[in-house]
Every structure is written in C-alpha cells, then in structure tokens.
C-alpha cells in the first residue's frame, strides 16, 4: 500500500520560511515522481513543483518558481518543499502526490498540511 504523510505546515509571517516533508512508502522511489500541490480557500488545486526521483528533474509554476525549491532524500523515501519568502497569498492546503514515472496521472495522495502567510 502506497502512503504519503505529509507535514511541516505552520503559520507563517510574510517573508518568512517554512520546509514541507512528504515521507512516502511502499513506492518504488526510484521510478517515481512526486509533486506539490495546493489548493487555497475557493480557488483550484495548483501544481506548483515536481521532482522525478531517480535524475532530480525539477519543474516549477510560475507562482513560486525562485522562492520555492523541491528535493528529494531517496535514501529517506522523503521529498522536501522549502519556501521561502512566503506571501500571503501561498497561504493554502499544501499535497503532495506520487506517482510512477509512466503515468500522466498523479495515483497517490498525501493528507494535506496547511500553510497560513499573515501579512
């Protein structure tokens, strides 16, 4: 059974730092890719980084690229958000998701963990 936990959420002033962790089991993590996801109150799920675990490609939505890095520990099975210079508005439900390198879908979900950015 695939799990991925996901934790390291807060409340956050604006400008500030905060490291996300999505530990995933049961996942082949060499042949997998893993992502970010968030969704803020009445707004859609954005993607906004993923990582491919066996080569560390990485991709970025315009909303956070230069401020937020993604990276992956495979000897953990861990993938890490750092964000920094929080705004606002990245105040959200942040997912992480997995799924195997040939899949266009993201199969596996994580709980959520909230970010709050107070200005």
């Known amino acids: 059974e695939v799990q991925l936990q996901a934790s390291g959420g807060g409340l956050v002033q604006a400008g500030g730092s905060l490291r996300l962790s999505c530990a995933v089991s049961?996942?082949?993590?060499?042949?997998?890719?893993i992502a970010w996801f968030r969704q803020a109150p009445g707004k859609e799920r954005e993607g906004i980084a993923c990582?491919?675990?066996?080569?560390?490609?990485?991709v970025y939505s315009d909303s956070v690229k230069g401020r937020f890095t993604i990276a992956s520990d495979n000897a953990r099975n861990t993938v890490y958000l750092q964000m920094n210079s929080l705004k606002p508005e990245d105040t959200a439900v942040y997912y992480c998701?997995?799924?195997?390198?040939?899949?266009?879908?993201?199969?596996?979900w994580g709980q959520g963990t909230r970010v709050t950015v107070s200005s």
């Open positions: 049961g996942l082949t993590f060499g042949n997998s890719a």
């Open positions: 990582i491919v675990s066996d080569n560390d490609d990485t």
């Open positions: 998701a997995a799924k195997t390198k040939m899949r266009v879908v993201y199969e596996y």
